[in-house]
């Protein structure tokens, strides 16, 4: 029984509270390329599946890493390192990033949902220097990053195609068409521009390539992908007491559908860098050392990504490929499905759905990803990357590394957020000696709103120290009118939500559920009820006298 050393008045009688469980959601997505942000559920570790092949992924990370303040500085085993770099750092304007730091950046070839694809991880680990403060949840950003650079820039290098990408279908009769002069382009830079480069080689030309078609007159001129020329016009260093350093470069022609070189307005573009604190000292004042503060100029960097709107100088004219005609809209529709084509889909409404973040205790945490409706599954964890196929009450999942299968597992749901089975080295046989596993999936909760978007209305109030016995203290924290419940109970975490005289508290350690307990208020103000290990169910369960 628990029992509070206040009166708890009456209760209003409310609806039945819903608990949803829900994976732990990303970060929020990068609208920009070159502008990565950070958001209140980003993550120190952030896996995606990514609908490219491991070879254009890579080259985004690539790109990707210097405007997370970072540089590349090793690659072995499709495992990549960058550390944050001092010069990189906090040349971001919208996140400042700790001084010290390492990223660890794997890519791997996968297929979910009947696509073809690469599953990416991106870990970060803060470093000692200036990390104080810093909530090191940079994974997300980056990974933000990565997804913006594949789907912005083509996977082919404009030089070795420059008339860009080519249509499925066959192109239509070529025919001349006049593009007039002030046609809008949009064209991207493809890899960085870091004033600390030039340095070493001041003849490097941007990497350009037209991000958008360009149709004129139902005709297409410009296709994504094509080559776009640029030249560096000028560059100046940093240093003590100077301005930051700075880069100039103009945008000079771009590749039309038929190969021609389309010149533009050269309007010259320029990022300089800003300022920072630099500590220096003087012998020469009063014989001794004085130190001075001073202003070191900052690095500048134009990120891979950067988009600028650049207009046709004069009027040209091209031989183009008309727009191919849009099929007829059918007179009967069927609902959409959502799913690609190949996907391996389940007849039953009650295939599991196991995508979110779980807890497999010795093999550390698991990240799994699935397609609602579809049996596939993908994922990463413990040093492995995961697929398996999801049935009605469970799942095979393997494990492997570096394309070999070390680890087979068979689970079996035991009710919302509990798998219990049996894992095995290598292939599951029938002769398999095998050894137990359980996983506990990460939860998040939330009540569900009514029909009308509105709050629901205020129940129990937990606010305050509660004792059990044979427990420590229950220290619980509830905000007027909110049904949200949170505390502590010696080494447990609590989460919770109360309905109306009702209370659903989850024991938790480490993230996953050791204990579940429904309790119900009484008038005398306590509160009894049933608990039982994990997820709380029809079975096990003990009474709380």
């Known amino acids: 029984m628990f029992y509070k050393p206040k009166y708890i008045p009456k209760f209003v009688s409310t609806a039945v509270l819903a608990m949803c469980l829900t994976a732990i959601p990303g970060g929020a997505q990068t609208t920009t390329c070159g502008q990565p942000q950070l958001g209140p559920e980003d993550s120190a570790m952030e896996i995606r599946f990514i609908r490219a092949d491991v070879a254009h992924v890579r080259a985004s990370v690539l790109r990707a890493i210097p405007v997370m303040g970072a540089n590349l500085t090793k690659e072995k085993g499709g495992v990549i390192e960058a550390k944050i770099d001092m010069a990189l750092a906090g040349r971001s304007s919208s996140i400042q990033m700790p001084g010290s730091g390492t990223f660890t950046i794997e890519i791997t070839p996968v297929k979910l949902g009947g696509a073809t694809g690469s599953l990416l991880r991106v870990e970060f680990a803060k470093g000692w220097v200036g990390a104080a403060g810093s909530r090191g949840t940079y994974a997300t950003p980056l990974a933000d990053e990565v997804e913006c650079l594949v789907g912005l820039l083509s996977p082919v290098e404009p030089s070795s195609n420059p008339r860009g990408q080519t249509s499925v279908s066959p192109p239509a009769e070529a025919r001349e068409v006049s593009i007039p002069a002030k046609t809008a382009l949009k064209i991207a830079l493809r890899n960085y521009l870091f004033s600390r480069d030039f340095e070493k080689d001041a003849t490097k030309a941007p990497s350009l390539e037209i991000v958008e078609d360009v149709v004129v007159e139902g005709t297409t001129v410009f296709r994504k992908g094509a080559l776009a020329k640029g030249k560096l016009t000028g560059f100046t260093t940093s240093g003590i007491a100077q301005h930051g350093a700075s880069i100039q470069f103009t945008i000079e022609s771009a590749t039309a559908v038929d190969g021609q070189e389309i010149a533009l307005d050269t309007t010259s573009m320029k990022e300089r860098g800003g300022l920072s604190r630099a500590m220096v000292t003087n012998p020469q004042v009063f014989g001794g050392l004085l130190p001075l503060l001073l202003m070191k100029g900052q690095e500048a960097l134009v990120p891979a990504g950067k988009t600028f709107e650049v207009l046709v100088a004069h009027p040209a004219t091209v031989r183009g490929e008309p727009e191919p005609a849009k099929p007829p809209a059918s007179s009967q529709t069927s609902p959409a499905t959502g799913q690609p084509a190949g996907a391996v889909t389940s007849a039953s409404s009650q295939v599991l759905n196991l995508d979110g973040t779980w807890n497999a205790h010795s093999w550390g945490e698991l990240k799994l990803m699935q397609i609602a409706g579809e ?127 009702r209370v659903v508290l989850h024991f938790l350690t480490r993230g996953y559920v050791s204990y579940s307990a429904i309790l119900t208020a009484k008038e005398d103000g306590t509160l009894a009820g049933e608990y039982a290990g994990g997820q709380i169910d029809t079975g096990d369960r003990k009474s709380v006298v």
Do not use: C
């Open 375 to 501: 049996r596939e599954l993908v994922g990463m964890g413990g040093g492995y990357v995961l697929d398996g196929i999801v049935t009605e009450t469970g799942v095979v999942v393997h494990f492997t590394s570096g394309g070999n299968l070390e680890y087979t597992a068979e689970v079996t749901s035991k009710g919302d957020g509990i798998l219990v089975g049996r894992y095995t080295g290598g292939e599951m046989r029938p002769d398999s000696k095998t050894k137990p596993i359980e996983m506990h999936k990460f939860l998040t909760m939330s009540p569900r709103r009514g029909a009308d978007e509105s709050e629901p209305p205020p129940g129990l109030n937990l606010e305050g120290t509660w004792i059990m016995p044979h427990w420590s203290d229950l220290k619980l924290t509830q905000a007027a009118g909110d049904r949200k419940v949170t505390g502590k109970s010696g080494r447990y975490e609590i989460d919770g939500f109360v309905s109306g005289t």
